[in-house]
């Protein structure tokens, strides 16, 4: 009766300190304003919004800029760009602000089921309260300034594996995720296939080998992961979307930092404070446990097909650029749950209630000094123009060199071309951007 009351008691401290940490960041995040940090593809997803309703037709050249009318390419984020666009329309940087924080919260929400679900030990809660912590701290750089297509790739990434593993009754839905996914950001459709053909394969596998009876529930199954294949070409560009390069152009990570490589020396460079290295480092930190995990199932003959397939994949995705640690660290979520590094029967330490409240109000702690510190320094609300180039916008308008240069007050949009507000401007104008770097 007293194990009973004090395994009770545990899961209650963990459940509340991860509220507590859930609580803490969406505060954060619904104070903090939309700012761009070296980034303005926010503002040209915005553009491509405004030409779809202003012309009834997908943006796929750079209408935004005279130097890149000419240019061509496949518009696989366009439904984000109307979303977008119709979000801002009705809400203006508030709507924005509030839907970032929803990104956020719903990612890592579906993250927590996906380590604390069915497990009962409290040292395994405990073990898996500080795997999602990380989570929580790795995650943020993406979400920290402007909305990009990118954050509904993290929210589909965890919920197609929740829904796959746990057998969810919603899992008749991943084909019709797969049309959304495949349509707010289609660059991820390798994801997709990953996914969903890790499982397929490992079912494969077992009916090969007899040792996966075909089951009475098969068309709850299978058929959902055959059909979430297919449904990624549901899209307008069709199969073209699976012509869209995968590559790093040559160069381009010159300018663009997370597209550059991940040295094996640089994944070795731990840096715990100022809170912001903490980010980087958090990432690091659940890839090693990843690949211990891994380690550890394989010399136990204790890991899946698909779990060590979504890791190896995952990984793979983390040799092309430094951009993809977020696909690598998400993918390895069913390596981290089931092949964990703590086992209560291997490591029968038992945890007194005073270790359990004072290792979680230690997270809690430290997730409120963190959180504190990165968003420490807020600018104007909702939109800060701290990181803007007004000085020379201020010069171009002084000397009238013509154009339309980061017009419209404290709904500054864009750069030289046309930076109309893009609920204000008229049409046939035209606004620019970064381009289709998302």
């Known amino acids: 009766m007293k194990m009973a009351l ?3 008691s545990s899961r209650q401290i963990v459940f509340f300190s991860l509220g507590t940490i859930l609580l803490i960041s969406v505060c954060y995040f619904l104070v903090w304003p939309i700012v761009s940090f070296g980034s303005t593809d926010m503002w ?21 800029s005279f130097i890149a009318e000419s240019r061509k390419w496949p518009n696989y984020y366009w439904l984000f760009q109307v979303f977008l666009y119709q979000l801002f329309t009705f809400g203006d940087y508030y709507a924005l602000v509030i839907f970032r924080a929803f990104l956020y919260l719903a990612t ?19 073990y898996f309260l500080i795997l999602f912590t990380l989570f929580t701290y790795g995650l943020l750089q993406r979400y920290f300034v402007a909305v990009r297509p990118h954050a509904f790739s993290y929210l589909f990434i965890p919920l197609f594996l929740y829904l796959i593993e746990y057998k969810s009754r919603f899992l008749l839905a991943l084909p019709l995720l797969a049309i959304l996914w495949s349509n707010l950001h289609g660059i991820e459709y390798p994801v997709i296939f990953l996914i969903s ?14 040792k996966a009876p075909l089951p009475k529930d098969m068309f709850f199954f299978v058929v959902p992961l055959v059909l979430t294949l297919w449904a990624v070409l549901i899209n307008p560009l069709g199969f073209s979307l699976l012509q869209v390069p995968l590559h790093i152009p040559e160069y381009q990570f010159e300018y663009i930092l997370e597209l550059k490589s991940i040295t094996f020396e640089d994944f070795f460079a731990f840096k715990l404070y100022p809170f912001s290295e903490l980010v980087v480092a958090t990432f690091k930190v659940l890839i090693l446990v990843a690949c211990f995990g891994c380690i550890k199932g394989i ?20 040799t092309q650029a430094e951009r993809f640690r977020y696909e690598a660290i998400l993918l390895s979520l069913p390596l981290l749950k089931f092949n964990p590094l703590y086992s209560p029967t291997r490591h029968p330490l038992q945890i007194s209630n005073k270790i359990v409240v004072g290792i979680s109000l230690f997270i809690v702690l ?7 510190q990165i968003f420490g320094l807020r600018g104007r609300y909702p939109f800060s123009d701290t990181r803007f180039p007004q000085g020379a916008v201020a010069f171009l308008n002084h000397i009238r060199s013509g154009g339309r240069v980061l017009k419209g007050g404290g709904s500054i949009l ?25």
């Open 6 to 8: 004090r395994e009770k």
């Open 44 to 64: 040209y997803h915005l553009n491509g919004g405004r030409y779809f309703f202003e012309n009834g037709k997908i943006p796929q050249s750079g209408f935004f």
């Open 108 to 126: 890592v929400i579906v993250i927590a089921f996906f380590l604390l679900r069915d497990e009962t030990d409290d040292r395994r809660l405990l």
């Open 197 to 210: 053909g890790a499982y397929l394969f490992e079912f494969l596998i077992g009916r090969r080998k007899g």
């Open 299 to 318: 010399f136990l003959r204790k890991i899946r097909i698909s779990h060590l397939l979504l890791f190896a994949g995952g990984m793979f995705l983390l």
């Open 366 to 372: 430290v997730s409120l000094a963190f959180f504190g």
């Open 414 to 438: 864009l750069c030289i071309g046309a930076g109309e507000h893009p609920t204000r401007a008229s049409r046939g104008r035209r606004g620019c951007g970064s381009g289709p770097s998302s």
